[in-house]
């Protein structure tokens, strides 16, 4: 059974395996069949797009960052409220408010819905485009 202690370690080692960039351990964290939702696109994504979207976010950011802000356990999961920090290729700071609500079911993510405003994102495809 996923106590409240499980699943807060086991919110602690999925950001810190994204922010090291950490594959084996980010695919450690996240049940086979996981699903991964965005607000701004609606669209499911599986752990290997999702383990794409994390490659992306160090090819345009260094110095990645994920300010946590508020992990909240609750049972069947926990909720995340962090802002994603680094530095465009620019020199420019970079920071991106989300918030997460996952589902954990024996101590793996089953689900992951992330919300956050998508104008933060234009930095980002703006760094990309021009590499």
């Not at 049940?31 to 599986?46: C, E, L, R, S, V």
């Not at 345009?60 to 926990?78: A, C, E, H, S």
């Not at 408010?97 to 996952?102: E, F, L």
């Not at 793996?108 to 760094?127: C, Q």
Request: overall charge neutral; glycine content about 6%.
């Amino acid at each position: 059974m996923d106590t409240p202690e499980s699943i807060l370690a086991l919110a602690k080692k999925f950001v810190a395996a994204i922010m090291a960039k950490d594959i084996d351990s980010i695919r450690e964290v996240y049940a086979p069949g996981a699903k991964i939702w965005h607000n701004f696109d609606g669209i499911y994504q599986t752990v290997d797009d999702n383990i794409k979207g994390v490659h992306w976010i160090h090819k345009v950011l260094t110095n990645v960052n994920y300010d946590v802000k508020r992990i909240q356990p609750f049972p069947g999961g926990y909720l995340q409220e962090h802002v994603l920090r680094g530095k465009l290729a620019t020199g420019e700071d970079f920071a991106m408010p989300a918030c997460v609500i996952c589902t954990v079911v024996d101590g793996k993510i089953t689900a992951l819905d992330e919300y956050l405003d998508s104008r933060h994102t234009k930095p980002l495809v703006a760094a990309n485009v021009s590499r």
